[in-house]
């Protein structure tokens, strides 16, 4: 779910919350934008939902309101990922996950019990980044919906995006598929 919705649905979003958590479901959430961890309504939100949230999907400069909003100590982005992934959850028996993309650095996958740091692979022609974090989104997702390890999912959602930032809007439709 994107967590633009908390603008102006918190109440769906913590419906649709509950429902993940008391049916065991994977809850997901982009963090969408900087805003959301600035504005105190909103933050007010994404702190209530964030207790359900088993994976949590961010770019560098969320990260940095995410840890300026919780008043974490860490400033780096790969420290505010691992506190970011320690807040308290409902369903403590399911660690969270929160991964933070960084354009043409690499992705950090983190869990309470540290982070993992993906490689990027450097694109021939940057056209247009438009769609870029929710092409990762669609690709990653779609490697964990396929019972794929965590790295391979975050590779597959670095392919999806290498598209779309190599054309001008975010198109993918005649482009070759990620193989795992």
Same mark, same amino acid.
């Given at each position: 779910?994107?967590?633009?919705?908390?603008?102006?649905?918190?109440?769906?979003?913590?419906?649709?919350?509950?429902?993940?958590?008391?049916?065991?479901?994977?809850?997901?959430?982009?963090?969408?934008?900087?805003?959301?961890?600035?504005?105190? !309504?909103?933050? /007010?939100?994404?702190?209530?939902?964030?207790?359900?949230?088993?994976? *949590?999907?961010? @770019?560098?400069?969320?990260? =940095?309101?995410?840890?300026?909003?919780?008043?974490?100590?860490?400033?780096?982005?790969?420290?505010?990922?691992?506190?970011?992934?320690?807040?308290?959850?409902?369903?403590?028996?399911?660690?969270?996950?929160?991964?933070?993309?960084?354009?043409?650095?690499?992705?950090?996958?983190?869990? !309470?019990?540290? /982070?993992?740091?993906?490689?990027?692979?450097?694109?021939?022609?940057? *056209?247009?980044? @438009?769609?870029?974090?929710? =092409?990762?989104?669609?690709?990653?997702?779609?490697?964990?919906?396929?019972?794929?390890?965590?790295?391979?999912?975050?590779?597959?959602?670095?392919?999806?995006?290498?598209?779309?930032?190599?054309?001008?809007?975010?198109?993918?439709?005649?482009?070759?598929?990620?193989?795992?």
């Amino acid at each position: 779910m994107a967590g633009f919705v908390l603008t102006h649905s918190a109440d769906t979003v913590m419906h649709i919350a509950k429902h993940s958590h008391d049916n065991n479901k994977t809850m997901i959430m982009n963090t969408s934008a900087p805003f959301l961890f600035e504005v105190p !309504p909103f933050f /007010a939100a994404f702190k209530e939902a964030w207790e359900y949230l088993d994976i *949590v999907v961010g @770019n560098e400069s969320e990260a =940095a309101a995410i840890g300026k909003a919780f008043g974490f100590t860490e400033t780096d982005v790969k420290g505010i990922a691992i506190a970011a992934a320690k807040l308290p959850k409902k369903n403590a028996a399911k660690p969270r996950m929160v991964v933070i993309t960084q354009g043409a650095d690499c992705t950090i996958v983190a869990t !309470p019990d540290g /982070a993992t740091e993906y490689a990027v692979n450097k694109v021939e022609k940057l *056209v247009d980044t @438009n769609g870029a974090g929710d =092409a990762f989104c669609g690709g990653f997702f779609a490697g964990l919906m396929q019972g794929k390890s965590v790295g391979d999912s975050v590779n597959c959602g670095h392919y999806t995006a290498s598209v779309v930032i190599q054309r001008s809007g975010c198109q993918f439709a005649d482009a070759a598929r990620h193989t795992f």
